[in-house]
C-alpha cells in the first residue's frame, strides 16, 4: 500500500515557477514508477509527466516538455515536478500516481494504483 500526499501548489502569475511534491509512505516507494497528471474543470484527467522507479527513465506530454522537470528522491519517499514557464492553460489540479512494485511508467491514468488527493496550481494571465 502506498499513500500519498501533494504539496506545492497556489496561484502564479503566468511566466512563473511552481515545484510541486508528492510525499509517498509505505515500502514500496522506491520501486514504484511514479506519474503526474492533471484536470482541468469539466475534463478528463491528463498525463503530464511520469518517471521510472529508478530516475533512470522520465517522460512528458508534449506540452511539457522544455517547461517541466520530473525527479525524485528515493531517500526521502518523494517525487518533484518542478513546473516552469507556467501558462494559463496549465491551471488544474495535479494529481500524483504510484504504479505497483517495478511497473513501468505509463501514460495512461488507468495502469496507476495508488492516487494522491491532488493540489490546485492557477495560472493568472
Known amino acids: 500500500q502506498v499513500k500519498l500526499v501533494e504539496s506545492g501548489g497556489g496561484l502564479v502569475q503566468a511566466g512563473g515557477s511552481l515545484r510541486l511534491s508528492c510525499a509517498a509512505s509505505?515500502?514500496?516507494?522506491?520501486?514504484?514508477?511514479m506519474g503526474w497528471f492533471h484536470q482541468a474543470p469539466g475534463k478528463e484527467r491528463r498525463f503530464v509527466a511520469a518517471?521510472?522507479?529508478?530516475?533512470?527513465?522520465?517522460y512528458y506530454a508534449d506540452s511539457a516538455k522544455g517547461r517541466f522537470t520530473i525527479s525524485r528522491d528515493n531517500a526521502k519517499n518523494t517525487v518533484y515536478l518542478q513546473m516552469n514557464s507556467l501558462k494559463p492553460e496549465d491551471t488544474a489540479v495535479y494529481y500524483c500516481?504510484?504504479?505497483?512494485?517495478?511497473?513501468?511508467?505509463?501514460?495512461?491514468?488507468?495502469?496507476?494504483?495508488?492516487w494522491g488527493q491532488g493540489t490546485q496550481v492557477t495560472v493568472s494571465s
Open positions: 509505505g515500502r514500496s516507494f522506491s520501486s514504484s514508477a
Open positions: 518517471i521510472s522507479w529508478s530516475g533512470g527513465s522520465t
Open positions: 500516481a504510484a504504479r505497483r512494485a517495478y511497473g513501468a511508467p505509463s501514460y495512461y491514468s488507468n495502469e496507476y494504483d495508488y
